[in-house]
C-alpha cells in the first residue's frame, strides 16, 4: 500500500510541476478525442472507398449478356489481351472477336451484325455517311520488314514507295545484293494494307508478287523468303525478320510517338453511331478499352496510348 502511495503521490507531483499547473494533465486527457475523430474519419473513408468498390462490384455482376466483334487481323493480339482482361471485372459478359479484316469489320457494324467494327486504318468518307463512328483506341506502327540475310538495313520514303509500285526491283538498286526484290503485301480490304498505301500514295497501284490473308502470314513468307520485303504491325513485330528504318528513322514506339517516323495508323473501334448510344455492355467496354487498364494492355502489346 506504502508503494502504491508513493506512485501516485509521485505522478501528481509531475503533473503541478508542469507548465500551467493541473492543467497540463488536463490538456493531455482532452487530446484524446482528437485521435479518436482522425480514426472515425479514416473509418468512414475507408468505409466511403469499401461502398464504393461493393456499388463496383455490384454493377459489374449485373451486366450480362454478350459483344460481338468483327474486324482486322492486325488488332487481334491487342483485342484478345482486352478481353482476357475484360472478363476478369464482367464474368457475365461475353466479347468474341473474329479476325476477318478492317472492311469487313466496319461493314458488319453498319450493317448491325457487330457491335464493334476492329479497323486498323481511319473510317473512309462513305462509311461515315453510313453512320459508323470512329473510336480511336490506340495508334500502331507499320514495320517495313526483310529476311534476315538481306543487308540493306535502311530506305527512303521515294525508295520504299518505288519498290512497292514496281520501279525498284533488285537490291543492288538501293545499296544491297544483285537479288531480285519479292514484294509482299495483304490482301484487298486490309486496314493494314490501306494504311501503308494511302500512307505511301500508292492506293491501288502496288505492284505484289504475294497477296497474303493475315499479318502473321506476311512475316512468315517474308522470314523464309530471300528478297523478299513485306510490311506488318509494330506490336507483331518480331526476331524472326529485320525491320527496316526509314528515313533514318527506327520503328520505335518513342519514334512514332513523336512523329518522325511516318508509317503509322490509328486502331479503331467503330461503333454505329455514338458509344454513348450503344447499350449497357457496349459501353462498359470502351469504359475499360480507353480508361487506365486498357490503355495500359496497349502499351502491354506495343502500342501507343490515345492518352
Partial sequence: M???????????????LAVGGLA??????????????????????????????????AEAAALSGSIQMVGSTSMERFANALIE??????????????????????????????????????????????????????????????????????????????????TITNWSEVGGSDTPIIVIGREAGSGTRGAFEELLGLEDACVYANELDST?????????TPGAIGYVSLDVLNDSVVALALDGVEPTVDNIKSGSYFLSRPFVMATNGEISQQSDLVQAWFDFVLGAEGQEIATSVGLITVE
Avoid: H, W
Fill in 216 to 224: 502473321g502470314a506476311v512475316m512468315a513468307r517474308v522470314a523464309s
Fill in 24 to 57: 497540463a494533465c488536463g490538456a493531455e486527457e482532452t487530446s484524446a478525442p482528437s485521435t479518436g475523430a482522425a480514426q472515425t474519419s479514416s473509418a468512414a473513408e475507408s468505409g466511403a472507398d469499401q461502398t464504393s468498390s461493393v456499388a463496383g462490384s
Fill in 85 to 166: 482482361a475484360f472478363a476478369v471485372t464482367y464474368p457475365d459478359v461475353n466479347v468474341t472477336a473474329e479476325f476477318v479484316g478492317s472492311g469487313a469489320g466496319i461493314e458488319a457494324v453498319i450493317n448491325g451484325t457487330a457491335d464493334v467494327g476492329n479497323s486498323s486504318r481511319n473510317l473512309e468518307a462513305e462509311e461515315l455517311e453510313a453512320g459508323a463512328v470512329e473510336n480511336i483506341v490506340a495508334i500502331d506502327g507499320i514495320a517495313v520488314c526483310v529476311d534476315p540475310a538481306n543487308t540493306v538495313t535502311g530506305l527512303t520514303k521515294d525508295q520504299l514507295t518505288n519498290i512497292y509500285n514496281g
Fill in 2 to 16: 506504502k508503494n502504491r502511495r508513493s506512485r501516485v503521490l509521485a505522478l501528481a507531483g509531475a503533473c503541478i
